[in-house]
């Protein structure tokens, strides 16, 4: 097993492993990788949806999307999948996955199963690169400071999905979410000091209305995807990647208008999350 940086400072690509084959030690040393650079890219996979599926319960528990069309067949996989005739994409915009349950994912597990002829690519930023280069006050300021996130108004039946033609292929709007979590994490498993909010579903700092909360709060959205930040994943067929939710955010790109992508994600069970 080798590793690759994709970036200075957020994911590498891995070489010299088959994921379905992969052992127990094999597995340790990728999940601690993904623990620290947020994203681990992994070329010229045979990993069919049985694999993904035996994969991603070896890192514990799945958690199903409530919002994504799943496989039919395998349930356990949701869909993230633009037809060659729709505009919108899902994840469209900087988010972590899952940041509006009361215990998080862990990580997500995404296979390339049909791609455009060129873009689609994704982006990740790491989150603690994100809080290291925050200035002192900054970090004075949100030390201690929790945050509430939802994804109400993105998912349901007026939300902003609603709005657009991927509206139509998504579950789930009658669902309520929303959960608290501290603006600043310490990571589960490494202890490294995170930065914990993100475009998509934090709402307002605890104690503070939407209005008081979006000074500070866009300038942590900010620092978090600062160019020094950031990788990016140019897709192939046979391609894996499986990123940390905690240590990372993402960005799915909608640049291949007229073109069809269909990736399948497995979301990993996390754990509640404390500074």
């Known amino acids: 097993m080798q590793t690759t940086p994709m970036a200075p400072k957020c994911g590498v690509e891995v070489s010299g492993v088959q994921l379905a084959q992969a052992d127990d030690a094999t597995m340790e040393a990728i999940k601690q990788t993904i623990y620290e650079h947020g994203v681990a890219v992994f070329r010229d996979q045979d990993f069919s949806p049985e694999d993904h599926i035996n994969f991603g319960r070896r890192w514990g528990g799945i958690d199903v999307n409530n919002y994504f069309p799943l496989n039919e067949e395998f349930p356990e996989i949701a869909l993230v999948k633009k037809e060659a005739h729709e505009s919108t994409n899902i994840g469209g915009a900087w988010h972590t996955d899952h940041s509006y349950d009361q215990i998080p994912a862990m990580g997500s597990v995404l296979v390339a199963r049909d791609l455009p002829p060129s873009g689609g690519d994704t982006e990740w930023a790491h989150m603690g690169a994100a809080y290291d280069a925050l200035p002192d006050d900054i ?137």
């Open 139 to 275: 970090k004075q300021e949100i030390e201690g400071l929790e945050a509430f996130h939802t994804a109400d108004h993105v998912y349901k039946a007026d939300g902003l999905y609603a709005q657009t033609d991927m509206g139509k292929n998504l579950r789930g709007q009658d669902l309520k979410t929303g959960a608290i979590h501290p603006v600043v994490i310490r990571h589960p498993q490494t202890g490294r000091k995170l930065l914990y909010v993100n475009g998509g579903f934090t709402i307002h700092f605890v104690g503070q209305t939407r209005e008081e909360s979006l000074p500070l709060l866009q300038k942590l959205l900010d620092a978090a995807v600062m160019d020094d930040n950031r990788c990016r994943l140019q897709w192939e067929p046979g391609t894996v990647a499986i990123w940390d939710n905690r240590t990372s955010w993402h960005n799915a790109i909608n640049d291949y208008a007229g073109h069809r992508r269909e990736m399948h994600r497995i979301t990993l069970s996390g754990e509640a999350l404390a500074a």
